[in-house]
C-alpha cells in the first residue's frame, strides 16, 4: 500500500488508511485480523515486533486453555460457566456470559485450524482442573499451547495476504469527536531526513487494540522480556479502565520466565535456598510441619497464583509463596531441587500415610509414584522437563532458581460485550490488555478471552464499516493531533542529555524495582503514594528531561513513557481502592489489611487519566457490576434480529 505524505512544516509524514487496524500480533491480534478479513473488513496489522509477544513466548507446564466442557460424562453449559466466572466478584455479569458463550465456537475454531488439543479415540476432548476452577473445563496442548495457537493464526493470516506492518511501535491513537480513527507510529522503516523519528499514520475507522499486558510495570516478571507496555496510549486518548488494582502473581522461573504450576509443583521438589556462602537450606520447614509442607507443594500446581484466601497457618498453599519471597529478601537465593526428595520424603517410600490421599491419588493415578521429584515430573509431563532443556536447564543435574513473580492482569481497558471500550468508541480492547475479568479468574481463561473478545469486536467492527462512508480522512483535529506526536522527533533532535538505549532501560528497570517492593503481590500504601508522586514528576519532566541517541533509543523511550502513564493509573487505583476501606483480595496482601475484602465484591473500580499541561491527573470511583443477563432467546426473534444493526448496540 502506498501512503499520501502529510506536511507539518519541516515533517512529512506517510499517512496510510484501512477500514480496521489491528495492534499487536498475538492470539487476540490475529484471529481478530482473520475474523475480519473473513467478513469483509479488510484489516491490517501493525506489530512492534512480530516475534515479541507474549503468547508466543510464554507459557507453563502444561498451559492451560479454559472453556465450556467438553467432557462426554460432565454435564455444563454457557450459563453455569459465566456464574463461575461472575462468582469470584467484580467481573460484569454480561461479559462472563459472553466469555462463557463463545468458549466453544472459538475452541473449535481453533482445532479446526489444527491446534493440537488432545481427544480421544471417540473424538472426547476431557478437561482437568485449573485455578479457580471445580469442574474440570481446562484443556492444554501442553507447555506451548498459546504459541501453538498464535503460530496457527498467523499462518491463516499470511495465507490470507493481510497487510502486516512488523516494527511499528505505537505511540498514539488518533480520535475525534469521542471515536477511535488510527493510531501514529514510530518505525525504522519510515525513517527519512524529512522525518527522523519515523513517525508514520494509520488512519481507520476502528482500532482493535491487542497488545498484551503492562508487563514493564515490574521487575519480577514471568511476562517474556520482548513483551512491553501499551496502556498509556490509550488511557492518553480518553479510553477508560477498570480493575487496575487486580493482577495475578506466583512462583516463577528466574533464568527463563516460566509459571512453575502444574506438573512442577505436582511432583513435589525441595524448596531450597542458599546464602553468600553457599550453605543451603529447606526453607519450607519454618512455615509448614513436615508431613504438611507435601500437600502445601503438591497445591501450588492447581493453586498457583498467590491467594490470600490461602495463607491459613501451617497448611495454607500460599504461604510458600510467603517463604518464597521472604528468603529472597534476606538475601538469599531460592530454587526447586528435582534431584533429591525434601527431607520430609527422604529415606521413605511413598505412601499413602506420608503423602495424604490426594497426593498419593493423583502420582498413582499418573504413574508417578518413583523415587525422586525428577523422576515425578519425567513420569507426569515429559514436556515440562523438556521445556526447561528448551532453555538450557537440565533438572536432572541442576537447580531451578525462582522468585514470586508478576504474571497477569484481571483489569484493563473497559470492555462492552462487543469489547468496544464505553469511552472511545470504535476502539476495541482485546485480550488481556481487555478488563475483563475481576478479583480472580480461572487458570486458562485469558486464553479462552484472546478468541472470544477479538472475534466479537471484528464482528462488530465490520458491521458496523459498511454503515460508514469509506476511509477516513485527515481533519483538522486528528492533524492537530499527529502534530502533537512531534515531541518524539524531538526527542531525537533537540539539544539535550541523549541517552542510549542501555541506559534507558536502566532507568525502567529502577522503577520497577519500586513498583514491586511497595505495589505487587504485598502492597504499602505509603509506599504507593510516594511511588504514584514520583511517577506524576517523572510525567511532567519527561519529554524536557530526555534525549534519544537514535531511533532505538527513541522507541525504549517511548515505552518508558507509556509506562509511566500506565504505572500512575495502576497506583492511582490501588489508592482509591485502600481509601475506600479495601482489603487483601484476589492476588495481593495490604500492609495492615490483611482480613479478606468482601464490601467490593459487587463493584468495578474505574478509571480515567487526564493530562493537561504534562500534569496527570486520575479519576476513579467505583460502580455496580451488571449482572448476569437472564435471556430468553426465542429462536424467532434472534433468527430475524441476527446480523442487523440493532443486534450490535
Not at 33 to 42: I, N
Not at 114 to 131: I, L, R, S
Not at 564 to 578: I, K
Request: proline content about 5%; some cysteine; overall charge negative.
Amino acid at each position: 500500500m502506498k501512503p499520501d505524505l502529510l506536511t507539518l512544516n519541516d515533517l512529512r509524514l506517510p499517512v496510510y488508511t484501512a477500514k480496521i487496524a489491528v495492534i499487536g500480533s498475538g492470539a487476540a491480534a490475529y484471529n481478530a485480523a482473520l475474523t475480519a478479513h473473513r467478513l469483509g473488513g479488510c484489516p491490517i496489522i501493525l506489530t512492534e515486533g512480530r516475534l515479541m509477544g507474549t503468547s508466543r513466548n510464554t507459557g507453563s507446564d502444561k498451559q492451560t486453555y479454559y472453556k465450556q466442557s467438553t467432557s462426554a460424562y460432565k454435564s455444563d453449559c454457557a450459563a453455569e460457566m459465566a456464574k463461575d466466572y461472575f462468582s469470584a466478584g467484580s467481573m460484569h455479569g454480561d461479559l462472563a456470559l459472553t466469555e462463557a458463550a463463545g468458549s466453544l465456537r472459538a475452541f473449535f475454531a481453533l482445532t479446526a485450524l489444527g491446534v493440537p488439543f488432545p481427544h480421544d479415540a471417540y473424538g472426547e476432548y476431557p478437561g482437568y482442573k485449573t485455578d479457580h476452577d471445580e469442574r474440570g473445563r481446562a484443556t492444554s496442548c501442553g507447555p506451548y499451547t498459546s504459541r501453538y495457537m498464535t503460530e496457527a493464526l498467523e499462518k491463516e493470516c499470511l495465507s490470507a495476504e493481510i497487510p502486516l506492518y512488523d516494527g511499528y511501535r505505537a505511540v498514539r491513537v488518533l480520535t475525534e469527536n469521542g471515536h477511535a480513527r488510527g493510531v501514529v507510529c514510530l518505525s525504522a522503516a519510515e525513517i527519512t531526513e524529512e522525518n527522523p523519528a519515523g513517525l508514520t499514520v494509520f488512519l481507520a475507522d476502528a482500532v482493535i487494540w491487542a497488545t498484551g499486558g503492562p508487563s514493564a510495570l515490574y521487575y519480577s516478571s514471568v511476562y517474556p522480556e520482548s513483551q512491553n507496555c501499551s496502556l498509556g496510549a490509550p488511557l492518553l486518548a480518553g479510553a477508560s479502565a477498570v480493575n487496575l488494582t487486580e493482577s495475578q502473581y506466583g512462583i516463577a522461573s528466574v533464568p527463563f520466565r516460566w509459571n512453575l504450576s502444574g506438573s512442577f509443583q505436582q511432583a513435589i521438589p525441595r524448596y531450597v535456598s542458599v546464602d553468600e556462602n553457599g550453605a543451603e537450606r529447606e526453607f519450607l520447614y519454618d512455615t509448614f510441619t513436615p508431613e504438611n509442607s507435601i500437600p502445601a507443594v503438591f497445591r501450588k500446581g492447581y493453586q498457583w497464583p498467590f491467594d490470600p484466601d490461602k495463607l491459613t497457618p501451617g497448611i495454607g498453599s500460599s504461604l510458600v509463596d510467603i517463604a518464597v519471597y521472604n528468603e529472597t529478601m534476606a538475601g538469599r537465593r531460592v530454587y526447586l531441587d528435582f534431584r533429591r526428595n525434601p527431607a520430609a520424603l527422604d529415606g521413605t517410600a511413598l505412601t499413602r500415610e506420608n503423602l495424604g490421599d490426594e497426593v498419593y491419588d493423583y502420582l498413582a493415578n499418573s504413574n508417578a509414584l518413583c523415587g525422586t521429584p525428577i523422576e515425578r515430573l519425567r513420569a507426569i509431563n515429559e514436556r515440562a522437563y523438556g521445556v526447561c532443556i528448551d532453555h538450557g536447564v537440565d533438572l536432572e543435574t541442576e537447580m531451578l532458581e525462582i522468585h514470586v513473580a508478576a504474571q497477569h492482569m484481571n483489569g484493563g481497558l473497559e470492555n462492552t460485550i462487543w469489547y468496544e471500550n464505553p469511552a472511545l468508541h470504535d476502539f476495541y480492547p482485546v485480550g488481556e490488555c481487555g478488563g475483563v475479568f475481576g478479583i480472580k479468574r480461572p487458570g486458562g481463561s485469558a486464553l479462552n478471552s484472546t478468541q472470544v473478545g477479538s472475534y466479537r469486536a471484528a464482528e462488530r467492527a465490520c458491521a458496523l464499516s459498511k454503515t460508514k462512508p469509506s476511509g477516513t480522512s485527515l481533519s483538522d483535529a486528528l492533524t492537530g493531533q499527529i502534530a502533537g506526536c512531534r515531541k518524539y522527533a524531538d526527542l531525537l533532535t533537540a539539544s539535550r542529555q541523549k541517552f542510549d538505549r542501555a541506559a534507558i532501560l536502566a532507568e525502567r528497570a529502577e522503577d520497577a524495582r519500586l513498583h514491586d517492593r511497595y505495589a505487587a503481590f504485598l502492597r504499602s500504601p505509603s509506599g504507593i503514594t510516594a511511588l504514584r508522586d514520583r511517577t506524576a514528576a517523572e510525567i511532567a519532566e519527561f519529554f524536557t528531561s530526555h534525549g534519544a541517541a537514535d531511533h532505538a533509543a527513541l522507541v525504549e523511550l517511548s515505552i518508558n513513557y507509556d509506562t509511566l502513564v500506565t504505572r500512575y493509573a495502576v497506583l492511582s487505583a490501588m489508592l482509591a481502592y485502600v481509601a475506600d476501606g479495601g482489603s487483601s483480595r484476589g492476588s495481593y496482601l495490604i500492609e495492615d489489611r490483611p482480613e479478606p475484602d468482601t464490601a467490593h465484591r459487587s463493584k468495578v473500580l474505574r478509571t480515567a487519566v487526564s493530562l493537561e499541561n504534562d500534569r496527570i491527573t486520575a479519576d476513579c470511583r467505583f460502580e455496580d457490576v451488571r449482572p448476569i443477563p437472564v435471556t430468553d432467546n426465542w429462536f424467532e426473534e434472534v433468527y430475524n434480529r441476527f446480523g442487523s444493526p440493532e443486534m450490535f448496540d
